[in-house]
């Protein structure tokens, strides 16, 4: 009999047998998956019951299902090891490049990310597999090494660092303009325009806030989830957008767009790299203090 070093762990050797059998419904179909005979399926599986002091599974037609004791214990079997395998996943020795998985927004990505991309690659010698989505990172099971948001720095079970605190200014094209100085316009005058907004008109009712106004939806407002693609309704004279700095000096230089003279508005939100509150392997920790330098010289 294989004993495990611990009187308190069962025979650890065993398990795989145990959960062949389980998946497959039959000793002689996990003797086949693990290319040894039935015999030595049916000794692992044997062992181990009497480890345990009840059976695992019980007879039925020409093969084997768990009895209610088995199915408990192959339940926790398998959490048990998917929680080992999480746990050791950021520290296996990779073959080829390491892959580092980050989740971004569409705009982070567009504005700013992209053109990173190939200098990292290069310089750390890593893989940067992108995902660009606006639903939160899931960082269970190595689905996610690194993420970039908008919030105020914190979501549970993870650490944030700072890449950008957003400075809002408004944005405003010369075709909404039509020919006035801009300025003319004051903060009540701009609260009166079409206004667009991201996800939600937080940026907004902050900025006119602090110039005391207070802000009044209104049916020529206008809401996108993608701030690139407020950027281009902006452009196109749509609403004024209230950009973040530094990305409002790259959104005057790609767009026809003017930046109002109004001092820039700490907002409440900030961007931030998020990450799994474990630690992680070196080479996600290059890539994310080498985000956070980029970020520094955008300042």
């Given at each position: 009999m294989v004993h495990s070093n611990d009187l308190s762990l069962p025979p650890?050797?065993?398990?795989p047998a145990v959960m062949a059998a389980a998946r497959n419904g039959s000793f002689s179909a996990a003797a086949s998956e693990m290319g040894v005979t039935h015999s030595v399926i049916s000794r692992h599986v044997a062992q181990v019951e009497q480890w345990l002091g009840y059976d695992l599974f019980e007879r039925y037609g020409r093969g084997v299902r768990p009895t209610p004791d088995g199915q408990r214990f192959l339940r926790e079997t398998q959490a048990a090891i998917d929680l080992l395998s999480q746990g050791a996943q950021p520290w296996r020795q990779r073959r080829g490049l390491d892959v580092i998985k980050i989740s971004l927004l569409p705009s982070y990505a567009r504005i700013w990310f992209l053109k990173l991309?190939?200098?990292?690659?290069?310089?750390?010698?890593?893989?940067?597999?992108?995902?660009?989505?606006?639903?939160?990172?899931?960082?269970?099971?190595?689905?996610?090494?690194?993420?970039i948001r908008c919030g105020k720095g914190q979501w549970p079970g993870t650490k944030s660092s700072l890449l950008f605190s957003d400075d809002l200014v408004p944005l405003i094209s010369p075709k909404l303009l039509d020919g006035r100085d801009p300025h003319s316009l004051d903060a009540e005058a701009i609260a009166s325009l079409p206004l667009l907004n991201d996800s939600d008109a937080t940026g907004w009712r902050h900025w006119l806030a602090e110039h005391g106004v207070k802000y009044k939806p209104k049916p020529s407002d206008r809401r996108f989830e993608d701030y690139s693609v407020g950027l281009s309704a902006a452009d196109a004279g749509l609403g004024v957008i209230l950009a973040r700095l530094p990305f409002a000096r790259m959104a005057t230089g790609n767009h026809d767009l003017i930046m109002l003279p109004f001092a820039p508005v700490r907002s409440p939100l900030a961007t931030f790299l998020v990450q799994p509150a474990y630690d992680q392997r070196p080479a996600v920790r290059a890539v994310a203090e080498r985000l956070i330098t980029a970020a520094k010289a955008c300042d």
């Open positions: 650890l050797a065993l398990l991309v190939p200098e990292i690659e290069r310089d750390l010698n890593v893989r940067l597999e992108l995902e660009i989505t606006e639903r939160l990172a899931d960082f269970d099971g190595g689905q996610t090494d690194i993420a």
